[in-house]
């Protein structure tokens, strides 16, 4: 198949380009760098052995999109495209909605013009909200966003419902839960800008010696040793359900259908620090802190239809995440 990445340098992007060469498919990237590196593309190339196509821009401009999907007849779309720090959307929400709903909705059009009916889009568990059970089903009520980052995926849900319904569009939508890790190899992972917002790279970067020390957010929740609980997927795993989500698509599924992406297990922040410290040999300090606002105690997923219906499931461990983080960190340092 021949697939359009948008947002195809970023850290989820790059690595399922790489995957979706191995699986035999021809990868197309759009990216506008906004947060992401130009070597990136060099470091696919190295991994796949092959110079993919790539197209430096926004992917709100509609008219370049469809030329992209005309002129490399584009099968199919996997969205990443997307703007995804929870902090800066509170302090700057236009900027979420007008890149990441503008966005998606430039793709569609284009999509539409083009001819191109199907799409795999990054939704993810943050539209669940604080769940009234684990593991989350993806029939779990969805709850009211808290900060204008998950307003936009639900809002995104429902606008690729809609072009369903009206334009006879077949979307997949993966929610992800927590991607962490790198590629093996060492030359893909994750670049966060300023201080990060999530637990991993938090973690190597302290134990890199950027940062003094890492705040564990809350030791009294009502989980086994106090900690917040999450789900922390492989970004390899997490790269090979688009593929999956591909074939699903291929195979004359119609309409909408969503997907939980996570491992279906749930581990605590102070777990996380002691297999990162054990499968690296490196130390990392951290001291407890209050909670922090807006964070819940436990989430993880149902990842059962995930395996009925599209044949995908985890296969790496925690312990494998945390040692492709540290391959990488060490690698951004050289
Ligand atoms: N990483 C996570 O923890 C996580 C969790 C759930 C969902 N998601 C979603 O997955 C997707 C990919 O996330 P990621 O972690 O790889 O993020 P990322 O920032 O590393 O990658 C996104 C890429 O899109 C590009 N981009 C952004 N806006 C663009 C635009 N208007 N035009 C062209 N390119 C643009 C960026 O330059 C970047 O390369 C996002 O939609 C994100 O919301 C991520």
Sequence with gaps: MNVLVTGGAGFI???????????????????NFSNSQKFVLDNI??????????????????????????????DAVIHFAAYKAVGESVDNPLKYYQNNLDGLLSVLD?????????????????????????PITENATLKPPTNPYGATKQMAEQILRDASNAHG?????????????????????????????????YVTQTAAGIRNKLTVFGDDYDTPDGSGVRDYIHVVDLAKAHIAA?????SENAGVDVFNIGT???????????????????????????RRSGDIGTCYASAEKAQKELGWKAELSLEDALKDAWTWQQNLEK
């Excluded at 297990?265 to 001291?287: A, R, W």
């Design 169 to 201: 569009l077949n979307a997949v939508l993966l929610r992800y839960f927590n991607p962490i890790g790198a590629h093996p190899s060492g030359l893909l992972g994750e670049l966060p800008i300023g201080t990060p917002n999530n637990l991993v790279p």
């Design 13 to 31: 992007g790059s690595i399922t380009t790489t995957e979706l060469v191995s699986a035999g498919h021809k990868p197309v990237i759009v990216d």
């Design 110 to 134: 284009a999509m539409k013009n083009a001819g191109v009916s199907n799409i795999v889009f990054s939704s993810s568990a943050t539209v669940y909200g604080d769940p009234d059970t684990v």
């Design 264 to 290: 279906g297990t749930g581990s605590s922040v102070l777990e996380v620090i002691q297999t990162f410290k054990k499968v690296n040999d490196v130390t990392v300090p951290y001291e407890i802190g209050p």
């Design 246 to 250: 591909l074939d699903f698509l291929d």
């Design 45 to 74: 190339e190295k991994i796949t052995g092959k110079k993919l196509d790539f197209y430096e821009i926004d992917v709100r401009d509609t008219d370049k999109l469809h030329e992209i999907l005309k002129t490399n007849n584009i």
